[in-house]
């Protein structure tokens, strides 16, 4: 499903769109009240469960939410889109426009956007673990005699979850929206009925009776701020997800149903604690009436997997936007779907995904434990979206009014800020767990993208200009064959090596010769009368520029049969043409360019890499490799 950025939806398509944007893009912050307000209580020391606490740690919440999500994301940050599209990487893009990409300033907002999105992956591992694991706990509200079995079922959804995977979400994702709109009234209507007990609990909108709170327990208030971020661990997807939906439906979504749901289940909770503060064990379930205990159960763990299932299709999302822009290698990516484009399943990235989440859940076991490792990673992507917002945003206004974005900016990043600091004191409690795994994606991306960034600069040391080239061959033929030859290469302007090894071991042209260059721009999506430029070089060379935005997926089929429509004496007979591409493999020079490790890792990742006949979708027997060995 996608938004139509070239003209505003209709009434009916509109309504669609909200309610797969509270499918998708709430799943995640739409189950933060099953552990939120229990783990801001008891998660750091025995605070005492009183009016004055409970109304202190709502309030802050409740200006978390309205500050973090309402303000920052839904107001300021869906403002920052590049063509539609949001999502960190689509941001960074953005950042990047205008500038050179090995300037200092280029560098450092390169590294800000790789590493907000490696820390998505990290939020990728907790979310699925916790979501699914709170859900189950509510089990021991019916009975304790369950207890054994939370951590087994949960493991068994786990796997099923990622298991069906590979069948794509489409189908199932009808039934997303509708579930999660039950799922929302279910939490205000719960909400509601314990309020109506205990109206005096809306006094937590008063912003005072959190800032009574934190002066009354300053240190404890600190580290409670690493749990309230909990209540707010959805509002990236809000941003990363805006391509798919559009601004409006997100919005609709948000302020008429999501926002006040949530608000009135903190409240309810709250209420129900006011009256009952034996509640403590599980506010969230004990809103429930005994009866709709085992319903509420099923109805938490459905919510739940379509939260998972949100961060499982956006680390996918992610990855191919990765690949795209060159800071991961080739992956197998299968489309699951021919109506809608952001249906993708990468098996790599499932089955890793699936091993460390199931880790997680055997090592923490409850939701309180893994409450303690989960925000850092999230509150780590807040810090380094609102750093880029800040060099997007305002570019296109006048001083006074850029001024002012600046500022309001200013304002996000010390809450940013606030929330990540205090995130870094549950670092010795597992904390470090989704920090590792950012770090070390991190340290991958990086190295992809430095390896490939010498490798062209190896590969290019040297090189002949392709114009002069294909004249000198124009005047002095060698001898020519029948079909077509196409020379895949990155570099428009030189001549492939795979060309002058084929010359020199081979000492033969074929009668046509065409030169592929694939390339990714740093937009979305690219109209298709701009995709593809045919430039003739000579009576029988050819040059064919491809450009693909970062959320499409090349294909060399496709490019050639609009090749064919742009020049008719251009006819790609299968059996006629030949695929022509460099393989490189990686050697330690004299003078290294790279560290051991870092050549080591790069040099592996290279050879694992999806090999570009898979990826660009060639004809594998029409294909000729040339090898050759590269210094780094």
Not at 271 to 280: D, G, Q, S
Not at 312 to 327: D, E, P
Not at 412 to 434: E, Q, R, Y
Not at 602 to 618: E, G, P, V
Request: a positive charge; glycine letters at 8%; hydrophobic letters at 50%.
């Amino acid at each position: 499903m996608g938004a139509n950025h070239g003209q505003a939806p209709s009434a009916s398509r509109l309504a669609g769109l909200t309610v797969g944007a509270i499918g998708v893009v709430y799943g995640d912050i739409g189950t933060s009240p099953l552990y939120t307000l229990k783990t801001c209580l008891t998660a750091h020391g025995n605070l005492p469960i009183n009016a004055e606490n409970i109304l202190g740690v709502l309030s802050l919440i409740f200006w978390a939410i309205m500050i973090v999500v309402s303000a920052k994301y839904v107001v300021v940050i869906m403002r920052a889109d590049n063509r539609g599209e949001g999502g960190i990487l689509a941001l960074m893009a953005l950042a990047l426009r205008d500038l050179d990409p090995r300037s200092r300033k280029g560098l450092l907002l390169m590294g800000l956007g790789i590493f907000g999105a490696s820390l998505f992956y990290g939020d990728g591992i907790i979310t699925p673990a916790i979501s699914v694991l709170s859900a189950f706990e509510g089990i021991s509200v019916i009975s304790h005699t369950l207890d054994p079995y939370i951590v087994p079922l949960t493991i068994i959804v786990l796997v099923a979850l990622f298991a069906i995977q590979r069948h794509g979400t489409s189908k199932v994702g009808k039934l997303f929206g509708p579930i999660m709109v039950f799922w929302f009234l279910t939490l205000a209507v719960m909400g509601l009925r314990s309020i109506l007990h205990a109206p005096e609990v809306f006094a937590a909108i008063n912003p005072l009776n959190g800032a009574r709170f934190i002066a009354d327990y300053p240190l404890r208030g600190f580290v409670i701020m690493g749990a309230v971020v909990l209540s707010v661990t959805g509002g990236e997807a809000l941003y990363a997800d805006m391509g798919h939906f559009g601004q409006k439906s997100i919005k609709i979504a948000w302020f008429s149903l999501v926002l006040p749901s949530l608000i009135l289940c903190y409240f309810g909770q709250g209420a129900l604690l006011l009256h009952n503060p034996a509640a403590i064990k599980n506010p969230f379930f004990l809103l429930a009436p005994q009866w709709a205990l085992a319903p509420l159960v099923i109805l938490a763990a459905a919510a739940t997997v379509i939260a998972s299932q949100a961060v499982i299709s956006g680390a996918f999302s992610m990855t191919n936007q990765a690949v795209q822009l060159g800071y991961c290698p080739r992956v197998d990516i299968d489309h699951t779907s021919d109506q809608e484009i952001g249906q993708i399943y990468v098996p790599q990235i499932n089955w890793f995904l699936m091993v460390a989440v199931i880790l997680l859940v055997l090592a923490f076991r409850t939701s309180d434990n893994l409450a303690s490792a989960y925000g850092l990673s999230v509150c780590g992507t807040m810090v380094m979206t609102t750093l880029l917002a800040f060099n997007v945003l305002g570019k296109t206004l006048d001083a006074g009014r850029k001024m002012l974005f600046r500022i309001v900016l200013i304002g996000f990043l010390v809450v940013d800020l606030i929330f990540l600091s205090s995130n870094m004191l549950k670092l010795p409690d597992g904390g470090w767990v989704p920090l590792v795994m950012g770090l070390f994606i991190f340290t991958l991306m990086t190295t992809w993208k430095r390896g490939r960034t010498l490798l062209g600069d190896r590969l290019r040391e040297g090189e002949l200009p392709l114009q002069g080239f294909v004249e000198s061959l124009e005047a002095a033929p060698p001898q020519r064959v029948e079909g077509t030859a196409i020379f895949m290469t990155t570099s428009a302007d030189s001549v492939p090596h795979a060309l002058l090894h084929n010359l020199k071991h081979n000492k033969v042209l074929h009668e046509k010769v065409v030169f592929l260059t694939i390339r990714t721009a740093d937009i979305p999506f690219v109209a298709k009368r701009e995709k593809v430029v045919v430039p003739k070089l000579g009576e029988s060379f050819y040059q064919v520029i491809a450009t693909y935005g970062f959320k499409e997926e090349p294909s060399v089929p496709a490019i050639l049969r609009q090749v064919t429509e742009l020049q008719p004496e251009l006819e790609f007979d299968p059996m006629q043409t030949s695929f022509f591409l460099s393989r490189e493999t990686i050697v330690e020079g004299k003078y290294p360019a790279m560290a051991w490790w870092r050549r080591k890792v790069f040099s592996l990742m290279t050879r694992n890499a999806t090999r570009a006949t898979s990826y660009f979708k060639i004809p594998p027997n029409r294909v000729v490799e040339m090898g050759m060995q590269v210094e780094l």
